[in-house]
Every structure is written in structure tokens, then in C-alpha cells.
């Protein structure tokens, strides 16, 4: 195959990569939350601490996967054997029911998976001839996995695990169905396991039909300390500073929104609920996903704005859209049995942000990592800026959020008011901070 052809298929491979990286990820963590305490019943602060240990992979992984991919191995190797490995954990906890083996059996996984998020990432810049005009056409294929399977299980919770509810129940008695039709659900997230773990392994097999994607053996400094001296410098040093505080916040997204949707989904009007339910599913999941679908408009722009705003302006927009998310959650609050329809609307508007959350913020500042560092240390570099994104920010936040919601518990029921208050205002303070630390810049797209 001739250089041209091979460059012709370069972003049809590249896509099918990303659509399977985050598919494996979608499958399960938007439901975690309902799992482990709907099913399992585990409390919220053992609950943050298995969300915790998803960030320790991403901690380490700037230290190990950053400097082996930089240094010793190809790229798409080291993905496959971390996915195939992968792919046998997250399958054996579809059977686990002790909090003590699946927080062990969590902290293996993200060991393994946590640093291929941020090196599928520096095996597309390394290979894309114009990275501003395809990386976002290369990306957004795994906000479209993450789509596909949170629909996928959201319509299989609908189909196979929610029973029908008797038409002549009112009051308290209807309540108490819907908290029944609940757990029934979350009892049936277990195929999400499975489901990832299938994918995982296919997604091992793939990646060793990627583009060779070689280390740089003769560089002899070690890529994480000279990837660690450049991030002292603006406007790298602002940006992972504040990305701290973000990350959290971004985590309490994927730590609660779930159960919160399912029990608005769950009390809204017959109609309305049910049309979305018909196209999404049910269990919290499925109707996230059009976080994911707006997520996929601002990537698909994002080549225009890229050029047309600079970096500050799109980050500043990303941080404004996690306060304004919040403030429409903590509005609604609501319990089982007891939202209406203009509180559903308020949530999938709240919901719809997150493509500016995301877009904005997290994939232009892995663009501006891209383009402050070297290149003979982007892999470390991304790594490191994963490492607070899905490191830091996932290891604090959910502690946070863990205690945040036994705070929020009043009599066993939660006050969302409050629960999303804090990340509310933690959005509102990141932001102002933002404002006046992050150096301005002249040039388009700095």
C-alpha cells in the first residue's frame, strides 16, 4: 500500500479507534453511581472512593505509559496490550458484590485503561498531516461510542428490566412502584460490565492494526521531567493549576447526574417522559448522552472556531457552561415521583451544556498542551495533563462528591438543591480566577 492510500485511510482508522476507547468507557461510568448504591447498596463515601481509585491509573500513568510510549515501545502496542488486559478485569466485575474486591479490581483497571485515554491522543497527533482541521473530525467519533452505548444499555434497561407499572396506582402507592421499577433497573446495569469488557478486547486486537507509531530512542532525558519543566511556564503552569478544581467539578457530573436524571425520568409527565424514554432508554444513562450529541456540534465547529477565538475566549466559555449546568440542576431538586415536565426540560438543558463544558474546556486545553510542548515529550505532556483531568480531578472529586452526598441525605433522601450547589459555585470561582491568571495573547488561537 502506497503512501497516498495509506493516508487516505488514516482517519477512517483513526476514528474507529476513538469510537471504540470511548465506548468501553460510556458503557459503565455513567451508571456506576446507580450500580453501587441502587443494587449493591453501598454507601456514598465507599462509592466516592471506587470512583477515586478510577484516578490513581491516571496519576501513574505519566510516569509509566507516558515514558514507555515516548521511549521504549510503539504506541499502538502498548494500546493493545492495555485494552486485551482491560478487557478481562472490567468483565469480573459484573459478578462482584464486595466492596472490598471491586474497589481492588477498580484500581487494576484504571491502571491499565487510564493511560490510554491520553495516549490515543498523541498517537493521532503524531500521524494527522493538519491537526486544528482533523483532530476534532477524529475525536468526536468517540463522543459517538460513548452515544452508542449509553443508548444501547439504556434501551436494553428499558426493554428487559423495566416492569410495567399498574395504570391505576396513585399517590404514595404509584411513588413506591417507581422506586421499585428503579431498583429493577439498576440491577440490570451489571450487562454494562460485560458489554465493555467485549469491547475492550476488540478494541486490543484493533489497535495492533494501527499506524506504527514508534518511540524516540535517541533521546536519552527522561520524557515526564522535561515534559514537568516546560508546565512551569504560561500558560501551562495557569492551566493545570485551575484544571484541578475543574476536573472535580467535572466529576461530580459523572457521579450524580445519573441517578438524578433516572428519578426526574422517573416522576415526570406520562408523555413526555415516555417519548424520551422511547428514544433514549431509561436508568439515567441513555438520556446523558445528549450531553455527548451536543458535545459532537461543538467538535464538528471547532476547527472554525479554533481560528476564529483564542484559546482564553473558548476556555473561559467552557468554565462559564459548568456553572450555568449547575445552577439548573440544583433548581430543579426533586425527588421519586415528584418532577414535572418543565423540570425534565431544565435538566436535558443543563444536560445539552456539556458539549461547551467539554468541547471548550477539556479538548481545547489538551490542544493548548499539544502546541506548548516539545515535540519529542507530547505523549508525557498529554499524559501529564491527564493525569489532573482524570487523575487528580477523579481521585479529590470523588471524594468530594462522596461526602458531598451524605451531607446532602436528609432521612435517606437527597436534596439535588444542595447537592449541586457546591459544584455550582466551584464553576463561578474557577472561572474569575481563570479571568485573571491566564495570560492574554494577541495571535489567533493562542
Given at each position: 500500500m502506497d503512501n497516498q492510500t495509506?493516508?487516505?485511510?488514516?482517519?477512517?482508522?483513526?476514528?474507529?479507534m476513538m469510537f471504540l476507547q470511548y465506548a468501553i468507557w460510556g458503557a459503565w461510568l455513567p451508571l456506576l453511581w446507580n450500580y453501587l448504591s441502587g443494587h449493591l447498596g453501598f454507601e456514598g463515601a465507599r462509592i466516592g472512593e471506587i470512583f477515586m481509585v478510577g484516578g490513581i491509573g491516571a496519576i501513574l500513568g505519566p510516569f509509566i505509559a507516558g515514558q514507555l510510549a515516548d521511549r521504549y515501545i510503539n504506541t499502538e502496542k502498548f494500546l493493545g496490550i492495555c485494552h486485551i488486559l482491560g478487557g478481562i478485569l472490567i468483565w469480573q466485575l459484573s459478578w462482584m458484590d464486595s466492596y472490598a474486591l471491586f474497589l481492588v479490581f477498580s484500581l487494576i483497571y484504571s491502571l491499565i485503561y487510564a493511560p490510554t485515554l491520553a495516549l490515543t491522543n498523541s498517537l493521532s497527533f503524531h500521524h494527522l498531516p493538519n491537526r486544528d482541521r482533523d483532530f476534532g473530525k477524529i475525536r468526536l467519533w468517540g463522543t459517538v461510542g460513548w452515544i452508542a452505548v449509553g443508548i444501547g444499555i439504556g434501551q436494553f434497561l428499558l426493554h428487559s428490566y423495566t416492569p410495567a407499572i399498574d395504570p391505576a396506582l396513585t399517590g404514595e402507592a404509584l411513588a413506591e412502584?417507581?422506586?421499585?421499577?428503579?431498583a429493577t433497573q439498576n440491577a440490570?446495569?451489571?450487562?454494562?460490565?460485560?458489554?465493555?469488557a467485549v469491547l475492550g478486547i476488540v478494541m486490543g486486537l484493533y489497535c495492533f492494526t494501527l499506524p506504527a507509531t514508534p518511540p524516540n530512542k535517541t533521546e536519552k532525558t527522561n520524557a515526564t521531567k522535561k515534559a514537568i519543566s516546560e508546565i512551569r511556564m504560561q500558560p501551562l503552569v495557569t492551566l493545570f493549576l485551575l484544571a484541578v478544581p475543574v476536573s472535580c467539578i467535572h466529576q461530580f457530573y459523572f457521579v450524580h447526574t445519573a441517578p438524578f436524571v433516572q428519578q426526574v425520568q422517573a416522576g415526570a409527565g406520562d408523555s413526555l417522559a415516555a417519548w424520551f424514554n422511547s428514544i433514549f432508554g431509561v436508568g439515567g444513562g441513555g438520556l446523558m448522552t445528549l450531553g455527548q450529541m451536543s458535545e459532537i456540534a461543538?467538535?464538528?465547529?471547532?476547527?472554525?472556531?479554533?481560528?476564529?477565538?483564542s484559546r482564553k475566549?473558548?476556555?473561559?466559555?467552557?468554565?462559564a457552561a459548568y456553572a450555568i449546568r449547575f445552577f439548573l440542576f440544583s433548581t430543579v431538586g426533586t425527588v421519586v415521583g415528584t418532577s414535572t415536565d418543565a423540570q425534565l426540560g431544565m435538566v436535558i438543558a443543563g444536560i445539552l451544556l456539556h458539549g461547551l463544558c467539554f468541547g471548550c474546556f477539556i479538548?481545547?486545553?489538551?490542544?493548548?498542551?499539544?502546541?506548548?510542548?516539545?515535540?519529542?515529550?507530547?505523549?508525557?505532556?498529554?499524559?501529564l495533563f491527564n493525569l489532573v483531568i482524570i487523575g487528580i480531578g477523579i481521585v479529590v472529586g470523588s471524594l468530594i462528591a462522596g461526602q458531598v452526598a451524605?451531607?446532602?441525605?436528609?432521612?435517606?433522601?437527597?436534596?439535588?438543591?444542595?447537592?449541586?450547589?457546591w459544584p455550582m459555585w466551584g464553576a463561578v470561582i474557577c472561572l474569575v480566577l481563570f479571568l485573571f491568571l491566564y495570560p492574554n495573547k494577541t495571535k489567533t488561537g493562542a
Open positions: 495509506k493516508s487516505a485511510f488514516l482517519l477512517p482508522r483513526l476514528s474507529v412502584a417507581k422506586t421499585a421499577v428503579i440490570g446495569i451489571v450487562m454494562a460490565f460485560k458489554l465493555s461543538v467538535l464538528a465547529f471547532m476547527p472554525i472556531l479554533a481560528v476564529k477565538f475566549a473558548l476556555l473561559s466559555i467552557g468554565l479538548f481545547v486545553a489538551f490542544m493548548v498542551v499539544d502546541e506548548e510542548m516539545t515535540p519529542d515529550v507530547k505523549a508525557s505532556g498529554q499524559n451524605g451531607l446532602a441525605t436528609v432521612d435517606g433522601t437527597m436534596q439535588y438543591e444542595q447537592l449541586f450547589g
